[in-house]
């Protein structure tokens, strides 16, 4: 008697049998695991072409580009103190803002592409300017406190240069000016009805 059947014929028949079941279970178990593999693998590829068909559709957009029409800049309180944006007419500018939420620097590109920097008070009067018109005339312009314009200084685009110095109610009484062929005038005004002293030099 060999020994493999010296040990099956001590091992009881219902036990053979129920190692016979679990090896068919375990058997169908492992062709059930290989289907669920293939199906997962086949799943999982549907979904990537899923995912590439639709990126290669979308508009490509570069991750260093963030559009909109307008950017608030907001300080550690949520206190607005900017805006960067497009106004209803058209132009593009940027405005800071003190702590109480008052404009007080305004960069500006009009519709037309005249560019423009102004500074502004605590009371919201614009106190400097300067401005670059299309023709290439350029100014820079101060005010008082009251708003109201005194000193400007300005350039022609045929190379003409200019001061002009105003009183307190913004009446012009001096100025001075150089043409684009060198001739110079210098013009002052004592107050209304007073006489014009023009020297050319």
Excluded: C, W
């Excluded at 805006?83 to 960069?107: I, P």
């Amino acid at each position: 008697m060999s020994d493999n059947q010296e040990i099956h014929e001590r091992i009881p028949d219902a036990l053979v049998r129920r190692l016979e079941r679990l090896e068919q279970k375990y058997r169908r178990l492992r062709g059930t695991n290989r289907l669920l593999v293939v199906g997962l693998a086949v799943l999982l590829g549907t979904a990537a072409a899923t995912v590439v068909t639709l990126a290669l559709r979308l508009p490509r957009l570069s991750g260093d580009v963030v559009q909109a029409r307008s950017f608030a800049l907001r300080d550690a309180k949520g206190r607005l103190r900017g805006v960067f944006g497009m106004a209803t007419d058209g132009a593009s500018q940027l405005v800071l803002q003190d702590e109480m939420g008052h404009a007080r620097l305004r960069l500006v590109v009009l519709g037309d592409g005249s560019p423009g920097f102004t500074l502004i008070d605590q009371k919201g009067r614009s106190r400097a300017a300067l401005g670059l018109l299309p023709d290439e005339t350029i100014t820079l312009a101060f005010a008082d406190r009251q708003g109201i314009s005194r000193v400007a200084l300005g350039l022609t685009a045929r190379q003409a240069a200019s001061l002009a110095l105003a009183d307190s109610d913004g009446v012009t009484r001096a100025g001075m000016g150089v043409a684009a062929d060198g001739k110079s005038t210098v013009t002052t005004l004592n107050g209304p009805g007073g006489s014009t002293t023009v020297v050319p030099q």
